[in-house]
């Protein structure tokens, strides 16, 4: 029974030296695939790329939590395999005794991910922190805010339809006086005719019948 208390003594400092091991709530794994990216111009893996790893993160989880002064040894790594993986997990700047939650561990490396992955030529796909998705670029925000381009838009579809009334009121009004004042032509070319056609028939002098009576005896 003894033996069994002096054990335990003696495994909890060890775990509590120890916050980093694989499978941890604390713990994130981050596998690298150096040859895969960069081929004949891959590089090694040694412990000054994991001082730049440990370094990296730091910067990102200062950039993420305005005014906290991460370092790198906030950056704790175990586990790690000649093919390029391990495991870390983050300390609190203010208590290194406690860990940082897993969500602003996720939010810091959300931002600056490019950030994290240009510092080894790499990308998501090469540099996968495993169980935080693949980041996606940022959504554009447009200058002019939506509410502002809807009002654009119905008052620029309610101009154009008021145009368009003007205009077709417009030809269709040109239409019914160009058609009257047609219609007020033919009108007058129909009175010349006509009246050219009583002219003819009223001004033919019969010279026949005038002629004549002058020989007429009495």
């Known amino acids: 029974m003894l033996e069994k208390v002096l ?28 040859k895969t990216a960069l081929g004949n111009q891959a ?15 730091a910067f990102a989880l200062r950039s993420y939590h305005n ?43 959300r931002k600056s991910r490019n950030r994290i992955n240009g510092a080894f030529l790499l990308t998501d796909q090469t540099l996968e922190f495993i169980d935080i998705p693949p980041t996606l670029a940022a959504p554009v925000m447009p200058v ?6 809807v009002f654009g838009v119905v008052m620029g579809a309610v101009g ?27 009108e007058d070319m129909r009175g010349i005719e006509n009246g050219l056609g009583c002219d003819n028939l009223g001004g033919v002098y019969n010279t026949t019948f005038s002629d004549g009576d002058k020989f007429t005896p009495m």
């Open 7 to 34: 054990f335990l003594l003696c495994l909890t400092p060890a775990l509590a030296q120890e916050p980093c091991f694989p499978g941890s709530s604390h713990a994130y794994k981050v596998r690298i695939s150096i």
């Open 144 to 149: 002019t805010p939506p509410w502002l381009i």
């Open 67 to 109: 005014g906290q002064e991460f370092n790198v040894s906030n950056i704790m790594v175990c586990n790690e395999t000649p093919r390029v993986s391990f495991w870390f997990v983050v300390s609190s700047p203010e208590n290194s005794s406690v860990l940082l939650k897993k969500g602003d561990v996720e939010n810091a490396i």
């Open 160 to 186: 154009a339809g008021i145009i368009f009334l003007l205009v077709s009121s417009l030809v269709q009004s040109k239409r019914k006086k160009n058609k009257k004042t047609l219609d007020e032509d033919r």
């Open 43 to 57: 590089y090694v893996w040694n412990d000054n790329e994991m001082y730049l790893f440990r370094a990296a993160m």
